[in-house]
């Protein structure tokens, strides 16, 4: 699973982009440091490429989350509601945590309960995807709800 910041439509060389990637390695810090997340998690930050005179190489674009048995969906939203009050006002508002794992895509805003769920059945969702291709097996695989492209 990857998880990321985001704070805006910007790409990703722009000021809005870069302070979006910022965000993105301020809470890889925040997790490694909240003992429900980390205990249960391995934190390994993606960092950008960088591209011909850009000096980006050095921004984390996603952090990739190796969870364990007794991760709690309920502990990362948590703690992304806690890094997100900690953020200047200005910041606040648009720091939405990205999560991706396989084809689905949940956007959490919010920090609700409902949030939580929503994480737990698209983890719970591509956990059941089969590893056969649906051509072999007849089938078509089965869409998430939160599943909103890549």
Known sequence: MRVQIDSSSASDDSPEGQAAARLTGDFANWLAQDGAVALHTAIRRIRSEPTDGAMSGD??????????????????????????????????????????????RVVVENG??????????ALAATAQTPATPPAATGGTPSQSAGHAGS
């Open 59 to 104: 921004l984390v674009e996603w952090i990739s989350l190796a969870v364990s048995s007794g991760f709690s969906t309920t502990a990362l939203v948590y703690a992304h509601k806690s890094f997100r009050a900690s953020l200047p006002p200005r910041l606040r508002a648009g720091a939405r945590m990205v999560i991706e794992h396989g084809d689905v």
């Open 112 to 121: 609700t309960e409902q949030d939580a769920a929503r994480i737990t059945q």
